[in-house]
């Protein structure tokens, strides 16, 4: 039973591993929080704007933890380049979020 849970264990922190290698207990890691290459401005815009949306639509656990947090810089919202980014962005989690909620265990 023991060596049993000290499996179950290994598998769960490689299950949190980040795509850099740490371990991040709070994020899934499915869920790919890596910006696409461009732009600072459309960089920044993808990060707030997944952030936002994981925020919104997560579940009441990562709600609870307070893993994600609605982001949008206010230096930034004008900027064409960094709303389209964060508009994209914010859906594109919000879709990881609610085709994870649809999976039934």
Known sequence: MRYF???ISA???VACTGKDGTLDLRKPYTLDLTPPLGP???EQGWTDGCE???NAYTH???KGIKAFK???DPELRD???YYQAWKDAFLYCAIFWES????KL
Not at 100 to 103: G, I, T
Request: glycine residues 4%; contains cysteine; hydrophobic residues 40%.
């Open 11 to 13: 598998m769960l922190c």
């Open 70 to 72: 609605f982001k949008q």
């Open 60 to 62: 009441d656990f990562y």
């Open 79 to 81: 900027n064409r380049m």
């Open 40 to 42: 600072y401005e459309y």
């Open 100 to 103: 994870v909620s649809s999976l």
């Open 52 to 54: 936002s949306g994981s």
């Open 5 to 7: 849970l000290l499996i």
